[in-house]
C-alpha cells in the first residue's frame, strides 16, 4: 500500500510537472501577424533544424497537416485541404489562394514538441493608387508661405500602412503622415510632389503632382490676357491684310 501510495503521488507529481511544462510555453508563445493579401499564398516559416521526423500543423484548432516518419504519411485536412503544401525538410507550411475566413491562428508541433511560435493571419485588400491632392489649392504656389496636401486613397482593410513623400522624382522618400504641409523654403524649390502608400505586403506610388509657379487666379488672368493677346494680333494682321488689299485696289482705280 505504501508502495502504491508512492506511485500515485509520483504519477500525480509527474502530471503536475506535464500541465506546469504546457501552461509555461502557452504563457511563453511567441505570436507572430502575418499578413497576406486576398487570394494571395500565406507562408509561415517555424525555423525549425535537424531532421523533422513528425509535424502537425494546425489552424484555428484544427489539424491542417500531419506527418509522423515511417508511420504517418503527409496528411492534408479541414477546409485548407487542396490549398495546403508542407515542406517536410523545413517544416515550412503554404497555403495558397487564401480567403478572408483563412484569418485565425496558425500553430505548429515538431517532433513531438509544440514549438513556442504561433502565427496570427491576417487578409488585408491590395492597395489603391494613391494621388496627392491639394487641401487649399488656391494657397499652393511657389511663393506661398505653406502648403497642405494629402495622400488620398481609400486604404480600409488594407492593414497597417505608412505613408511616404518626396518633392523630386529623383528625391529620397521622407515617412511621414497622410497630411503632409510644405513649408515656404520647400514651396521655393518644389518641383513635382509624390507619395507613397506601403503596408506589410505591398506599396503603391501616386503620380506625381506639378506646384504652379503663380497663385490660381493669377494664372486664369495669365490664361485670359494670353487668349486676348492673341485675338488682338489676329485683329491687327486681318487689318493689315484689309488695308493692303484696298490700297492695292485704290492704285488700280488711278491707273
Keep these: 500500500n505504501r508502495k502504491l501510495g508512492g506511485d500515485v503521488a509520483l504519477s500525480r507529481c509527474w502530471s503536475f510537472q506535464g500541465v506546469s511544462v504546457i501552461v509555461s510555453t502557452v504563457e511563453n508563445m511567441e505570436v507572430q501577424d502575418k499578413y497576406f493579401e486576398i487570394g494571395g499564398t500565406l507562408t509561415l516559416?517555424?525555423?525549425?533544424?535537424?531532421?523533422?521526423?513528425s509535424i502537425t500543423w494546425k489552424h484555428k484548432g484544427n489539424v491542417v497537416a500531419e506527418y509522423i516518419k515511417d508511420s504517418v504519411p503527409?496528411?492534408?485536412?479541414?477546409?485548407?485541404?487542396g490549398r495546403t503544401n508542407v515542406d517536410l525538410t523545413t517544416g515550412v507550411l503554404t497555403v495558397k489562394d487564401m480567403r478572408k475566413s483563412d484569418d485565425g491562428k496558425f500553430t505548429v508541433e515538431i517532433n513531438n514538441?509544440?514549438?513556442?511560435?504561433?502565427?496570427?493571419?491576417?487578409?488585408?485588400?491590395?492597395?489603391?493608387?494613391?494621388?496627392v491632392v491639394l487641401k487649399n489649392?488656391?494657397?499652393?504656389?511657389?511663393?506661398?508661405?505653406?502648403?497642405?496636401?494629402?495622400?488620398n486613397g481609400d486604404v480600409r482593410d488594407s492593414g497597417p500602412v505608412q505613408y511616404f513623400w518626396k518633392l523630386r522624382?529623383?528625391?529620397?522618400?521622407?515617412?511621414?503622415g497622410q497630411d503632409w504641409m510644405?513649408?515656404?523654403?520647400?514651396?521655393?524649390?518644389?518641383?513635382?510632389i509624390i507619395c507613397k502608400i506601403q503596408n506589410p505586403i505591398?506599396?503603391?506610388?501616386?503620380?506625381?503632382?506639378?506646384?504652379?509657379?503663380?497663385?490660381?487666379?493669377?494664372?486664369?488672368?495669365?490664361?485670359?490676357l494670353g487668349v486676348l493677346m492673341r485675338s488682338v494680333a489676329l485683329l491687327v494682321l486681318f487689318g493689315l491684310v484689309v488695308w493692303f488689299f484696298w490700297q492695292n485696289r485704290m492704285c488700280r482705280c488711278r491707273t
Excluded at 496570427?120 to 485588400?125: D, S
Excluded at 522624382?169 to 511621414?176: I, Q, R, T, V
Design 202 to 224: 505591398s506599396e503603391k506610388e501616386s503620380g506625381p503632382l506639378h506646384i504652379l509657379v503663380f497663385p490660381p487666379l493669377c494664372s486664369f488672368i495669365s490664361d485670359v
Design 137 to 151: 489649392p488656391t494657397t499652393c504656389y511657389k511663393n506661398s508661405d505653406s502648403c497642405n496636401l494629402t495622400c
Design 45 to 53: 516559416n517555424p525555423m525549425s533544424s535537424g531532421e523533422i521526423t
Design 113 to 131: 514538441r509544440v514549438l513556442p511560435v504561433s502565427f496570427n493571419a491576417v487578409g488585408i485588400k491590395p492597395l489603391p493608387e494613391p494621388a
Design 169 to 176: 522624382e529623383d528625391g529620397a522618400w521622407k515617412e511621414s
Design 74 to 81: 503527409l496528411e492534408y485536412l479541414s477546409d485548407l485541404k
Design 182 to 192: 510644405l513649408t515656404k523654403i520647400q514651396m521655393s524649390s518644389v518641383e513635382k
